[in-house]
C-alpha cells in the first residue's frame, strides 16, 4: 500500500515549516535512515530522514514553500512491488513522518503534533500495518507484531514501538504519552495591517515578511505577557572581588585557550542558588507545580532576526571553565541555527544580559514555563558608601529578576535573588 510521508512536528511548539529542500526525486529508491529533504523550522533547518524504505511515488508539496502545517502529506512512497500506477488505484496509508535531525545528530521523531490516540497494529483482516524496518527489527528480536501497540497513524508499528517493546521486556509496547497541548495563538489585533498599512501609505517604507522564528517569538511573548503573572526585584551587586578573580583565573588558564566571561560566572551563580533555595528552581506545567532537582540554566543568545535560549544542564555540578567552553560552543551554533531542539528546551531559568551593549538596567520577560528570569546589566563604576560610613569607587552591577507568581512568591524570589548577589560578591565560594 503507497504511503504518505507527512510534515513532522519537530518541536512541541511546532505547528507549521518550510520544506526548504527535496534532497530526492521522484523515483529514487530511499532506505530507512536516509536524508531525503531539509525543513526550516521557528529555530533551525534540520535534515529529515526516511523511516520506511521504498520508492518516492509522487512528491507533493515542492521546495520552497512555507507555511506548510504539520501532519500534511508532503510525499508518497511506493512499497516494494508497487508502482506509481498504484498510486490513484490503491488506497494511501498514513505513514509516521521521518526522523529529523541536526547536523549529524538524530533528535527526534517526527510524529504530528497531534497524534491519533494509539491502537491495535491490525486493522482489516490479519494484517499488521508495520514499516519495513519495524518489521525486519521484531524478527531480529524474536518478537510477536501482533503483540505491538502501534503509536504511529492508523496504529502503524514504527522502530521505536518494537525497541520499547524489547527494551520493556515483553511483547506489549508502553501506549504513546499524550502530547503537550498546543500554546494558543494570540489575539487578532484590533487593527488590520492593511489598515495600519493605509497610515503609511504615503512614506517609503520596506516590508519585512514575518518568517517562523519571528512569528513564534512575537506569539510566545504575547502569550507570556498576557498570561504569566510577571513580578520584578531588583538588585545591585558589587562585582570588583569578582574581576580580580576573573583576571587571575584567565592569566592561569590562558595556556588551555580558556578565557573566562562574567556571564561565566553569573551562570554558575544562579546554578548555585537555584540549589540553595530548591523551591524556586521550578516550573509552571498548567494544573501542577513541577521542582527540578539539577540546575538547568537557559541564556538567551542573540542571532540575526531573533533569539535563542541554549540551556547548560547540570549547570551546578560544572567548572567555569567548563561552563565557559559550553556556552561558546551552544552560541556559536545559535548564530548557524544548528541547535538540536533537545539544546534549547526545557530549563526552569533563564539569563538574559545586555551589559555588553552598555544598558544598565532592563525588564525581560519570562519565556514559559520557567519560573524566573534574571535581566543583568553592565557593570558601571560608582560611589558607594560603606557601613563605617567612608565614600568608595565601585564596580556595580545591576540585576532584575522577572518572577512568575505563580511558581514563586515574593519572599522566595527574594532568596533566590540575594543567594545570586552573595555567589557573586564572594566568588571563591563557586569554586569549591
Known amino acids: 500500500m503507497p504511503i504518505e510521508i507527512l510534515m513532522p512536528a519537530l518541536s512541541p511548539t511546532m505547528e507549521e515549516g518550510t520544506l526548504a529542500k527535496w534532497l530526492v526525486k521522484e523515483g529514487d529508491t530511499v532506505q530507512s535512515g536516509d536524508v531525503i529533504a531539509e525543513i526550516e523550522t521557528d529555530k533551525a533547518t534540520m535534515e529529515f530522514e526516511a523511516v520506511d524504505e521504498g520508492e518516492i511515488g509522487k512528491i507533493l508539496i515542492s521546495e520552497g514553500t512555507g507555511n506548510v502545517k504539520v501532519n500534511t502529506p508532503i510525499a508518497i512512497l511506493l512499497e516494494d512491488g508497487e508502482t506509481a500506477d498504484d498510486l490513484g488505484a490503491t488506497p494511501v496509508a498514513t505513514a509516521p513522518a521521518a526522523q529529523a535531525t541536526a547536523g549529524d545528530k ?92 493605509k497610515i503609511y501609505a504615503d512614506r517609503e517604507t520596506i516590508e519585512v515578511p514575518m518568517d517562523n522564528m519571528r512569528r513564534t517569538i512575537a506569539e510566545r511573548l504575547t502569550e507570556a505577557k498576557q498570561t504569566v503573572p510577571h513580578f520584578y526585584l ?69 542571532i540575526e532576526g531573533g533569539l535563542f535560549t541554549p540551556v547548560l544542564r547540570d549547570a551546578e555540578t560544572q567548572s567555569l571553565s567548563s561552563l565557559s567552553s559550553q556556552m561558546k560552543d551552544l552560541a556559536a551554533r545559535a548564530r548557524d541555527k544548528k541547535l538540536a531542539p533537545h539544546e534549547y528546551q526545557g530549563g526552569s531559568f533563564a539569563i538574559s544580559n545586555l551589559g555588553m551593549f552598555g544598558i544598565e538596567n532592563f525588564d525581560a520577560v519570562i519565556n514559559p514555563p520557567h519560573g524566573a528570569i534574571l535581566a543583568v546589566g553592565a557593570g558601571i563604576k560608582k560611589p558607594v558608601v560603606r557601613d563605617s560610613g567612608d565614600v568608595a569607587v565601585a564596580t556595580v552591577m545591576s540585576m532584575t529578576l522577572s518572577v512568575d507568581h505563580r511558581v514563586i512568591d515574593g519572599a522566595l524570589g527574594a532568596q533566590l535573588l540575594s543567594a545570586i548577589c552573595d555567589n557573586l560578591e564572594n566568588p571563591v565560594s563557586m569554586l569549591a
Not at 168 to 178: D, I, L, Q, R
Not at 237 to 245: C, K, M, N, S, Y
Not at 249 to 278: T, W, Y
Open 234 to 302: 531588583r538588585r545591585s551587586v558589587e562585582i570588583d572581588t569578582l574581576l580580580e578573580a576573573r583576571a587571575k583565573m584567565n592569566a592561569k588558564l590562558s595556556a588551555r585557550g580558556v578565557k573566562l566571561s562574567v556571564n561565566d560566572f553569573i551562570i554558575k551563580a544562579c546554578a548555585m542558588a537555584l540549589q540553595e533555595v530548591p523551591d524556586a528552581n521550578a516550573i509552571w506545567a498548567g494544573d501542577r507545580i513541577l521542582r527540578l532537582k539539577t540546575s538547568d540554566v537557559a541564556v538567551a543568545v542573540a
Open 106 to 197: 538524530a533528535v527526534t521523531e517526527g510524529h504530528p503534533a497531534k497524534p491519533a490516540p494509539a491502537a491495535p497494529a491490525t486493522n482489516t483482516g490479519d494484517r499488521i500495518f508495520a514499516t519495513p524496518l519495524a518489521r525486519r527489527l521484531a524478527a531480529e528480536k524474536g518478537l510477536d507484531l501482533a503483540q505491538i501497540t502501534g503509536s504511529g497513524p492508523r496504529g502503524r508499528i514504527t522502530k521505536a514501538d518494537v525497541l520499547k517493546a524489547d527494551g520493556a521486556g515483553t511483547a506489549v509496547a508502553a501506549p504513546a504519552a499524550e502530547p503537550m497541548p498546543a500554546a494558543p495563538r494570540p489575539m487578532a489585533p484590533s487593527v488590520s495591517s492593511d489598515a495600519i498599512a
